[in-house]
């Protein structure tokens, strides 16, 4: 018999049993460390946390009721170690094993014209957006094709909400140094975009 208990991990309530409890702690820390010279440190930290949450979710299914050591090590090994946010996880890693990074198809929305579908496909693809959109106007103009295509695929595709997504829709693994590149990356967008005025 073990002793469990009841946390709030990215807005979701799990049941740990107490040596899960102790790892995921650990981890956790550790990843505050990392973060805590970066200047978006709590966005990312509350992502990461999303992030775990996702996988744990994945894990527990419909029948499993509490989170195990096991589980919690297996998510070690896709989101990565402390180290690898600011560089340093050395080659004493203690995991090595990477998982291969999913590719998903999303509406992109963050460069959208309409809905995002054409650039949520040339992501996805890795070709440049105007390819995508030139394709569907012609497919529009040589008969209604293009446009039912389109509306078609604006429902059923969704739309990339979380750094996850975002991540999913390029096909880059979504672990703790891509997540913080992602907000570095906007971080620095944001400042110059801001310098240009």
Request: aromatic residues 8%; contains cysteine; glycine residues 8%.
């Amino acid at each position: 018999m073990k002793k469990t208990m009841t946390v709030n991990l990215g807005g979701m309530v799990y049941h740990i049993d107490d040596d899960a409890f102790d790892v995921l702690k650990k981890y956790l820390e550790s990843i505050k460390n990392e973060l805590k010279n970066i200047d978006t440190n709590d966005e990312i930290y509350n992502d990461i946390e999303s992030r775990i949450s996702e996988l744990l979710n994945e894990r527990m299914g419909t029948t499993k009721q509490v989170v195990t050591v096991k589980d919690v090590e297996e998510i070690i090994v896709i989101m990565g170690q402390p180290g690898d946010i600011s560089g340093n996880s050395g080659a004493d890693q203690e995991y090595t094993y990477r998982k291969k990074p999913g590719k998903r198809m999303y509406r992109d929305t963050d460069n959208r014209i309409i809905g995002g579908v054409c650039s949520g496909l040339a992501a996805y693809w890795r070709v440049d957006p105007t390819i995508v959109r030139i394709i569907f106007i012609l497919l529009a103009i040589f008969g209604m094709a293009g446009v039912l295509i389109y509306l078609i695929l604006w429902i059923v595709m969704p739309e990339a909400n979380t750094v996850a997504q975002k991540l999913e829709m390029r096909g880059e693994p979504v672990n703790l140094s891509s997540i913080r590149d992602f907000f570095v990356n906007e971080f620095e967008n944001v400042k110059r975009s801001f310098s240009k005025k």
